[in-house]
């Protein structure tokens, strides 16, 4: 995370907000800072994120306390 999403974000806590979203975008295996400014962390991710991914993403999968399957209209999203 940037220095800026940490500032922004301690700003915007001072409105009276109930639900604040901070996207951030392509995190990887060692990009994890956000459970440190989040309640909750969502992981999107695609069908086709099986076990070879788990294995490249498994830093972050292990932070998130919610998986979402984007794009689940592709071929081997069937649960």
């Not at 940037?2 to 990887?28: C, H």
């Not at 909750?40 to 998986?67: C, H, W």
Request: net charge negative; aromatic share 4%.
């Amino acid at each position: 995370l940037s220095a800026k999403t940490i500032e922004i974000t301690d700003v915007m806590r001072a409105f009276p907000f109930d639900i604040l979203i901070v996207e951030t975008v392509g995190v990887g295996q060692s990009e994890v800072e956000i459970v440190g400014l989040a309640d909750t962390t969502i992981l999107v991710l695609v069908p086709e994120a099986g076990d070879e991914i788990q294995g490249i993403k498994s830093g972050v999968m292990e932070i998130a306390d919610i998986f979402v399957v984007n794009k689940a209209d592709r071929e081997g999203a069937e649960i």
